[in-house]
């Protein structure tokens, strides 16, 4: 469950990311050019009170640095 940072609702998640026009979405890597190391398709959630937005990722085991 994920809190909204602007009024602490409850957040609805699972939305898929899609860039309009182009339909490709997006996806989270890491580098650049052929040695990127693609981490995961984001997914966002919103908040149904005031329209908060955050991104996330769900398979996190994938990212192996960087970790806080
Ligand atoms: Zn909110």
């Known amino acids: 469950m994920r809190i909204c940072r602007q009024c602490q609702c409850e957040m ?3 939305f898929d990311v899609k860039v309009e026009g182009a339909g490709y979405g997006i996806k ?3 580098g650049t050019g052929i040695f ?3 981490i995961e398709k984001p997914k966002v959630a919103i908040c149904p009170k005031c ?3 955050s991104l996330y990722v769900e398979s996190l085991d994938k990212i192996t640095e960087d970790k806080c």
């Open 12 to 14: 609805l998640e699972g």
């Open 28 to 30: 989270i890597s890491k």
């Open 36 to 38: 990127a190391n693609r």
């Open 51 to 53: 329209g908060e937005i």
